[in-house]
């Protein structure tokens, strides 16, 4: 790449809000401690990253890009990806972040499962109350890492329903409906929660209306 490495990183994190900055630092504390994350400025961040994974340090942070919905700054700054993305990736007319599909390092397909296919039964919310009644107190964790939704989609559920945990969970399983659209399958949600921190049964309840 014809850019600086460096230069491309700080440019690339200046470019984020500070809320989607905090999210980043939150998904790369899976790889590094989060002692050296948390309290780390921008271009301290930049230093962390360039020491961490030498030579790769702007397809690691690419890959985080996808997950929090960037994808116009991966094309902005000609960041590496594993594969092509689209050339256009607006926002949905509800606010929420383009969705991310067939990308193996990405939460919509952890491990490399495949996208689901199209003939897959779509989701009731019915079926979305059922979960979200499940969820519980990892539903942010969820929402963030797993459905790619923005931290601050989230704090505005839990302040539109206030006192009502089950619902921030509904809400957001919707709004990742919406977002998702005629792709809102069983075996869509089923990948998205795969590797998930949640109650086994949510799981299993997928599993069981992908035979209905």
Do not use: Y
């Not at 460096?6 to 989060?34: G, N, W, Y």
């Not at 495949?114 to 519980?136: C, F, H, I, Y």
């Not at 919406?178 to 869509?188: G, W």
């Amino acid at each position: 790449m014809a850019r600086d490495e460096r230069v491309t990183l700080l440019e690339v994190h200046q470019a984020l809000p500070e809320d989607q900055f905090q999210d980043l630092k939150f998904l790369l504390e899976r790889k590094i401690p989060a002692a050296f994350v948390l309290p780390a400025s921008r271009p301290e961040l930049c230093r962390i990253l360039l020491q961490r994974f030498p030579g790769n340090a702007l397809h690691e942070t690419a890959r985080i890009l996808r997950q929090l919905g960037r994808l116009d700054l991966i094309q902005r700054f000609q960041l590496p990806l594993e594969e092509q993305i689209p050339a256009k990736t607006p926002l949905e007319p509800n606010g929420d972040s383009p969705s991310v599909r067939g990308d193996p390092t990405s939460g919509h397909h952890a491990g490399g499962i495949p996208a689901p296919p199209v003939n897959s039964r779509r989701l009731t919310e019915k079926d979305l109350m059922k979960v979200a009644q499940r969820l519980g107190k990892e539903w942010q964790e969820v929402g963030i890492l797993h459905l790619g939704l923005e931290r601050s989609r989230l704090e505005q559920i839990q302040e539109e329903n206030p006192g009502n945990p089950v619902m921030w969970s509904f809400e957001m399983l919707r709004a990742w409906q919406r977002r998702e659209r005629h792709e809102a399958t069983v075996s869509q949600l089923l990948a998205c929660l795969e590797h998930a921190r949640l109650d086994p049964g949510i799981l299993d309840f997928l599993q069981s209306l992908q035979g209905n």
